[in-house]
């Protein structure tokens, strides 16, 4: 059972090129989730979706897109990468349960740099 | 706006002794959910513990506990006997909305730095 699992691992960009972060889930977890997490400000929401086919924007959106095409698998897209998106990117799924934690479960995190 | 406020960048405990760390939130909803993750020096997401708006209780796992206090609208987290692998970061998360986790956010986050 590998749970969410992040690709690339680490990434160096140069400034206005464009990557796609992959997240595959193998839990049928319906919700999806990318974050950032930059020092002093904790995790970040970019965007999130709610199941195949619908996504959503977080508290952080400027900048990237997103898709979640088949349940097990969302996107994270940086058209023109900037230096201000050099960050950890970190993926997390969970279920939309009626009662119950829904704790969320994260992927190992995708260290990007931008030049 | 900042939902989720984790006023302490930094704490030291004394190996064995006991540390509470601080976060309060903020939400208008009924339901919501708590919760504290660990971050290791390894990078990798730890679920500790949670707490649903509407527990009474506070909730307990292990030597970790929630002091929660829902008038003040905190969420203390409290390491009993701390051991030197308790190091890291903390960060205080919330929930909104019932049953599904809709939204899950962040606080800035504390380091935990566990002497000897």
């Known amino acids: 059972n590998a749970g969410v699992t992040q690709t690339p691992k680490f990434r160096v960009l140069k400034t206005g090129q464009s990557m796609t972060l992959l997240c595959a889930q193998d839990m049928n977890h319906e919700y999806m989730y990318w974050y950032r997490q930059d020092p002093g400000m904790g995790l970040r929401l970019i965007h999130y979706s709610v199941g195949e086919g619908t996504t959503a924007k977080g508290e952080v959106p400027d900048g990237y897109n997103v898709s979640r095409l088949k349940k097990q698998n969302f996107l994270l897209g940086l058209e023109s990468a900037a230096p201000s998106q050099t ?5 997390a799924s969970n279920f939309n ?19 | 706006a900042q939902k989720i406020t984790q006023t302490q960048p930094g704490m030291f405990v004394q190996e064995k002794e006991a ?4 976060c309060t939130y903020d939400t208008s909803d009924q339901s919501y959910g708590l919760f504290w993750y660990k971050q290791p020096s390894s990078g ?8 649903g708006s509407y527990d009474e209780q506070n909730a307990t796992e292990g030597r970790y506990s929630l002091n929660f206090q829902k008038a003040r609208k905190s969420a203390n987290l409290v390491i009993s006997a701390s051991q ?7 960060f205080c998360a919330m929930r909104e909305g019932w049953g599904g986790g809709f939204k899950t956010i962040f606080g800035a986050g504390t380091r935990l730095f566990v002497k000897a």
């Open chain 2, 44 to 51: 990798e997401m730890i679920f500790l513990i949670y707490q």
């Open chain 1, 97 to 115: 349960q009626v009662s119950g934690a829904n704790v969320l479960t994260f992927g190992a995190g995708s260290r990007l740099t931008v030049l």
């Open chain 2, 84 to 90: 030197l692998g308790d190091s890291a970061m903390y």
């Open chain 1, 87 to 91: 960050s950890v990117y970190f993926c």
């Open chain 2, 19 to 22: 540390v509470t760390l601080d």
